[in-house]
């Protein structure tokens, strides 16, 4: 089930990297990242940001 976990997280940065992508070439779009407790949302977004280099402050943990 680790394992699971890992390819998981890994398939869902890819996915927010590429919609980062997309915002540098000036497409925009939100996303809300929701779940149980424990299933792996900060590491997920922490995930994201290690790799969003001048991007990171765009992206926020905070519920607005």
């Known amino acids: 089930t680790e394992r699971i976990a890992e390819r998981r997280l890994k398939r869902e940065?890819?996915?927010?990297?590429?919609?980062?992508?997309?915002?540098?070439?000036?497409?925009?779009?939100?996303?809300?990242?929701?779940?149980?407790?424990?299933?792996?949302?900060s590491a997920l977004l922490e995930e994201l940001t290690a790799g969003a280099g001048d991007w990171s402050h765009r992206i926020s943990d905070r519920p607005r």
């Not at 990297?17 to 929701?34: F, I, T, Y």
């Open 13 to 41: 940065t890819a996915q927010l990297v590429g919609l980062l992508e997309q915002a540098r070439h000036g497409s925009s779009a939100s996303v809300v990242v929701r779940g149980e407790p424990g299933v792996g949302k």
